[in-house]
């Protein structure tokens, strides 16, 4: 469908950025914070950077702050570290943990940036992985316990809050990306933590609502549309199936609390359905999300998978959380012919975010959020402090104007938070991999100054926040 006229965007419309606390916090010990297994990580790919200084924004958070007002956001994603709420996940509470976030807060309040606050973003504490982390239901009580301690400090200031960011690719590639839960979890069902982190957000999402009227909380998992390699009926099959097992299960559980029944079957072919306990599906259905975020870098496309003989003779491909994988018998990942890719190799497809935009509110028809999006480079900081990232406004713009496709044919969407909102530490590519507005002076290897840059972007997205519109 064309609309001859591009749909203006609502008024209110939250343009955004996002972070999530250990890529950009640093600080990792820093007044009683206690250790999550990202600090606990030992292995990383060669040449990159662990996350005990990262952008340092725990302490240039008023610098940051400052920055962001600005740009003119009118919405700010971050998250929450449990670990300096709750050092060991489920004991004594941090009481200037708790005053970090307040600080960070009152500060978006103050020039009138609405905070979006991810409660849990891949960084559980490390005491409750040696505890047997998600694989065990103590970990549902002390994250519902977390949330009670969130809903009572920042209940009164925020009003948007996620739950658990992409957790489908912490189930699907947990360890790809860094989020490893330690011996204690090892070999357990990840389909099993799943479901107990399932009937987590259940339980906080029902909590919010009754103890803080007027708030509003949605998931927010990781959603790449899935595209068939050609209509020829297999490949839509295999399409099928990993749009279910990669978007559809996470969504339908949490705003209809159940499992889509595609995605079951692909369980219990696997031998990995989690046990469900009495009353489990009671708690996923008693709660209801106001809204669901979701974060989008690209759409997928598969084609049938390849018999056994043909996989021994080509090889299976592998990926990352935006480069399928082959999954052998479900389907076979192919590029898409159509799309460039960045230096990363993730393919670019922004028809693909309306397409994305359009699935998810056709099934669910709830308002849409996004909380990520955005390209990944290699910035670089000329002598005079100029950062030229034309191509990632390019990359922006081609989005944005989907977003409006969408509007256009009938999406209510809240708001637009790209990744990301300064420079920070990628899952697994170091900091060289750059998403922000903001360049931050460090390397993977030297910390420099780290001093703050606007890019150029910087000032496109201005524009475009002052004027409410895609700038001519
Ligand atoms: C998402 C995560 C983010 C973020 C982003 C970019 O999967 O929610 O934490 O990092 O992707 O990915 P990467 O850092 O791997 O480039």
């Not at 050092?87 to 509470?93: F, H, R, V, Y």
């Not at 008693?286 to 056994?308: M, Q």
Request: net charge negative.
């Amino acid at each position: 469908m064309h609309h001859t006229q591009p749909a203006p965007f609502p008024e209110g419309f939250l343009w955004g950025a996002s972070t999530s606390g250990y890529q950009v916090e640093g600080g990792w010990d820093a007044d009683g914070k206690g250790r999550s297994i990202v600090d606990a990580r030992t292995q990383f790919p060669p040449g990159t950077t662990d996350y005990t200084v990262a952008s340092d924004h725990y302490h240039h958070v008023d610098e940051d702050v400052a920055l962001f007002a600005e740009l003119g956001l009118k919405a700010y994603r971050f998250s929450v570290q449990w670990t300096r709420i709750v050092p060991d996940g489920d004991g004594a509470e941090n009481p200037d943990g708790i005053a970090f976030y307040h600080r960070l807060i009152d500060g978006l309040l103050a020039h009138g940036i609405t905070p979006v606050l991810t409660m849990y973003h891949f960084d559980l504490p490390q005491a409750l992985a040696d505890k047997g982390g998600w694989g065990s239901r103590a970990t549902v009580d002390a994250f519902v316990r977390y949330s009670e301690i969130l809903f009572r400090e920042y209940g009164s200031k925020v009003e948007y809050w996620l739950t658990i960011n992409e957790q489908n690719m912490m189930v699907m590639f947990g360890e790809l990306i860094g989020i490893i839960d330690g011996p204690a979890n090892t070999g357990v069902n990840v389909y099993q933590k799943n479901h107990h982190m399932l009937v987590a957000q259940a339980r906080a999402m029902e909590l919010l609502h009754r103890t803080v009227p007027g708030a509003k909380i949605g998931p927010a998992p990781n959603i790449a549309y899935v595209y068939p390699a050609s209509p020829r009926p297999e490949d839509v099959i295999a399409a099928d199936d990993l749009n279910a097992v990669r978007n559809w299960l996470y969504l339908d559980a949490a705003v209809h609390g159940r499992y889509n029944a595609t995605a079951w079957a692909y369980l219990a072919a696997k031998g990995l359905t989690p046990d469900v306990e009495d009353g489990d599906l009671d708690v996923l259905a008693s709660a209801h999300p106001d809204f669901l975020a979701f974060n989008y870098y690209a759409t997928h496309t598969v084609a049938a998978p390849l018999t056994d003989e043909d996989r021994a003779a080509q090889g299976g491909r592998g990926g990352d959380q935006q480069i399928a994988f082959d999954d052998p018998g479900f389907y076979r990942a192919v590029d898409n012919p159509f799309l460039p890719k960045n230096a990363f190799g993730w393919e670019i497809d922004p028809v693909g975010f309306r397409m994305t935009f359009r699935a998810i509110y056709d099934r669910y028809h709830l308002p849409l959020l996004v909380t990520e999006n955005g390209l990944g480079a290699f910035d670089q900081l000329e002598p005079d402090g100029t950062v030229h990232d034309q191509y990632r406004i390019d990359y922006l713009r081609d989005h944005i104007a989907q977003i409006q496709a969408a509007i256009g044919d009938g999406v209510d969407v809240l708001g637009y938070c790209p990744w990301s909102a300064i420079d920070l530490v990628s899952t697994h590519q170091g900091i060289a991999k750059r998403y922000g507005f903001v360049y931050v002076n460090r390397d993977d290897d030297d910390l420099k100054d780290l001093a703050r840059y606007r890019k150029d972007s910087f000032a496109w997205y201005q524009t475009l926040i002052a004027g409410n519109a895609l700038p001519d």
